[in-house]
């Protein structure tokens, strides 16, 4: 394995391989890029493949923590709506802004 500094990714997918399946051949991620037009500008771009892995793992984690962030808003939301009826004005008010937090870290998560 190589030495990798402590915020490369490749450390991560030092063992990933890439296989093309229909005629067996197997290359190493960290040695691997992907080449392609993009379609957006018609240029020709080149990715490390280890970057396209670390992005579809941070999109899963983004994915799974805005689904629990939901979980609590819809909670939240409930509480506000019981306590509308007690007239706790304090307590409202922070639940209403824990709901305006958890709103902005699911805009900052999903672009």
Not at 77 to 98: A, D, K, P, T, W
Not at 105 to 111: G, Q
């Given at each position: 394995?190589?030495?990798?500094?402590?915020?490369?990714?490749?450390?991560?997918?030092?063992?990933?391989?890439?296989?093309?399946?229909?005629?067996?051949?197997?290359?190493?991620?960290?040695?691997?890029?992907?080449?392609?037009?993009?379609?957006?500008?018609?240029?020709?771009?080149?990715?490390?493949?280890?970057?396209?892995?670390?992005?579809?793992?941070?999109?899963i984690?983004?994915l799974?923590?805005?689904?629990?962030?939901?979980?609590?808003?819809?909670?939240?939301?409930?509480?506000?709506?019981?306590?509308g009826?007690?007239?706790?004005?304090?307590?409202?008010?922070?639940?209403?802004?824990?709901?305006?937090?958890?709103?902005?870290?699911?805009?900052?998560?999903?672009?």
């Amino acid at each position: 394995m190589v030495d990798y500094s402590s915020h490369d990714w490749r450390k991560n997918t030092d063992d990933a391989i890439v296989v093309a399946s229909n005629i067996g051949i197997q290359l190493e991620v960290n040695k691997s890029k992907v080449i392609f037009t993009n379609p957006k500008t018609l240029k020709k771009e080149e990715v490390d493949v280890s970057r396209l892995i670390r992005v579809f793992v941070n999109n899963i984690n983004d994915l799974k923590r805005s689904a629990d962030l939901e979980r609590q808003k819809i909670d939240l939301e409930g509480q506000l709506e019981l306590l509308g009826y007690s007239g706790n004005l304090v307590r409202m008010h922070q639940i209403e802004e824990e709901i305006y937090e958890i709103e902005d870290t699911i805009r900052k998560l999903l672009p």
